[in-house]
Every structure is written in structure tokens, then in C-alpha cells.
């Protein structure tokens, strides 16, 4: 993914009155005491209560949260990535997908680490409706998305391997529609012994939610892209080209005694040769295609605390 040219590669009050229905009577007082003649003596209608108003519930912070995929960087050094960048045998790792996602990103290996930052807040469960949007970089198939794997350098061109059995994919959403449980890890006790469901996933998720599939090597299937969005029943969004790396870096000067150096893996765009490149990936949405979920029976929840 590169373009030599450029130097770079790939959410009414009333008065009170008496008590009971007879007119005001004069008061007699036959003693020294009591209210003198000719007053009035009204009763006085205690005051009720106002009406304690109900506890709103707590209002949930609706969160964004970018992961990344597992691909370790291969190269030895700097200089030999710049190398492999410049003479376009060079695939994004880790430290790119980061740099696009930003420092907050959270790296996954699996697609039951995606189900532990949805369900989980640190060492707490994850509030219902807390999700407004997750963003997923990582490399794919057109019906796989994985989320570990390996990009091995090569003289001809860099290769990337997907490691199968941990990704999403057909297979892994026929698990999650079918109600299996999941656990997640964590040091709360309680929390690691609670059994979830994909129906508690779900319930994460704001009404407007979106899952976004940043995918690199390759298009994400319309119909794989349409069965995430049935399973997870959020809108998911995906490109139907390949999301390009283009990375800027400086040649070694020796004269300067300045090594080879990565100057920028932030830029993205849609596409081999994208003429569209950004520092701030939302800025790619335009050119995605949402796809809104179809409703499907779902599991009764097994989470007592989302009831």
C-alpha cells in the first residue's frame, strides 16, 4: 500500500380554611384565657407533604472506543522498516493501527478480547448503553476479520497471515447467535464468575451505536458486513475498499549523522493508492456504507443487573 511519489507508504394555592364545612363561628371566652370577643378562630389545614419526586437513574457517559489487531512489528529497527517503506515491502503492524487509533486504543487478540472491552470498565462491568461507537483496525478477508496474525518481511514484498480460529468470522457469529455464555477476567471475583450472553453484549450498546470496520488488505464483504450487524444489532459500517497506510519517514544521512526515521503513521486513506489521505480517520466515514441490523430472537440475559 504506498505511493512512492509522496514519500509514503500505504454519539393555585387558596387561603387555609376550616376543617370541616360549618361557617365561621364567633368565639365566646367564658375565661381569661382563649382569644378575645369578637375574633374569629380559624382552623388551620396542616400542610401536606409535597410529593417526593422519583430518582431519575443515573445518566451513562456514552463511550468511544477504538482496538486495535494483534501484529507485532518484524523489523529489527527503524532503519530496516524505512527501508522496507521505501521500496514498497512494507505492511502496517500494531504501531500503525495505534498511531491511526490513538494512544487510548485498546489491543485485542481475539474476538472474546472484543467481548471483554464491551463488557467490562477497568475491573467493573460495563454500564447498558455506555457504547456509542467502537472502531476496529486491523487487517482482513473479505469475510474474516482478524484480530492476531503475523506480517513477516520478504524481499519481493512483505506478507500478512491471519490467524483463523480467533477472528470474527461465520463461524465465530454461529457461536455467539447459537447463546453460548462467555466470562470475562477480571480481578473482581464476582465479575469473573458471571456468566454473559450475547444479549448482555447488545444491551452495551447506545440506540444509535455504530461498530466501525477499519479493515486493511482487504474489502469487508456486504453480506458478512450485514450478518455483524444482525448478530451485534448495531449498525456497522465498513468500506468497500481496502483502508491504505501511508506512513512518512526520512532516509538515513550519514553526512548529518541523521538515521532513518518514521516521521508519521497516522495518515489513512481508502484505498492502494488513495488520493485522500487524513491524520483523523473519522474523517473517512463519507466514503463507508452503513448497514442497520435486521431483529433476531435473541437469549434471555443471564445479568441480573441489567434488568
Not at 360549618?22 to 382569644?35: E, I, K, M
Not at 477504538?66 to 512489528?73: E, I, P, Q
Not at 480460529?165 to 447463546?179: H, N, R, Y
Not at 479493515?215 to 469487508?220: D, E, L
Request: aromatic letters at 6%.
Amino acid at each position: 500500500m504506498s505511493d512512492p511519489r509522496d514519500r509514503s507508504v500505504f454519539g393555585g394555592a387558596r387561603l387555609p380554611g376550616p376543617l370541616n364545612d360549618d361557617p365561621f363561628r364567633q368565639s365566646r371566652s367564658h375565661g381569661l384565657t382563649g382569644p378575645p370577643r369578637g375574633t374569629f378562630v380559624v382552623a388551620q389545614a396542616p400542610r401536606s407533604k409535597k410529593a417526593a419526586k422519583p430518582q431519575a437513574p443515573p445518566k451513562v457517559a456514552a463511550r468511544e472506543i477504538s482496538l486495535v489487531g494483534s501484529f507485532d512489528n518484524p523489523w529489527k529497527n527503524e532503519a530496516d522498516e524505512v527501508n522496507a517503506m521505501s521500496h514498497d515491502r512494507w505492511e502496517p503492524t500494531t504501531d500503525d493501527f495505534r498511531a491511526v487509533a490513538g494512544t487510548s486504543a485498546v489491543k485485542v487478540g481475539s474476538w472474546k478480547g472484543v467481548m471483554q472491552v464491551i463488557l467490562t470498565n477497568g475491573d467493573a462491568e460495563s454500564a447498558a448503553g455506555s457504547i456509542s461507537r467502537i472502531n476496529i483496525f486491523t487487517h482482513a478477508n473479505s469475510n474474516l476479520i482478524a484480530l492476531a496474525g503475523h506480517v513477516r518481511p520478504g524481499s519481493a514484498a512483505a506478507s500478512v497471515t491471519l490467524t483463523v480460529d480467533s477472528a470474527i468470522s461465520e463461524e465465530t457469529l454461529d457461536q455467539l447467535d447459537s447463546g453460548i455464555t462467555m466470562n470475562v477476567v477480571s480481578k473482581n471475583k464476582k465479575l469473573a464468575s458471571k456468566k454473559f450472553v450475547m444479549d448482555d453484549v447488545r444491551k452495551r450498546f447506545t440506540k444509535d451505536a455504530v461498530i466501525v470496520i477499519y479493515a486493511c488488505h482487504g474489502a469487508v464483504d456486504t453480506a458478512f458486513v450485514q450478518r455483524i450487524a444482525d448478530t451485534f444489532q448495531v449498525k456497522v459500517r465498513a468500506f468497500r475498499d481496502v483502508i491504505g497506510y501511508y506512513p512518512s519517514f526520512d532516509d538515513a544521512d550519514p553526512a548529518a549523522k541523521r538515521p532513518a526515521k518514521v516521521t508519521n503513521r497516522r495518515k489513512v486513506g481508502v484505498g492502494y493508492d488513495s488520493k485522500f489521505k487524513v491524520d483523523d480517520f473519522h474523517q473517512l466515514d463519507s466514503n463507508a456504507v452503513d448497514r442497520p441490523p435486521k431483529a433476531v430472537s435473541q437469549p434471555a440475559s443471564t445479568s441480573g443487573d441489567d434488568e
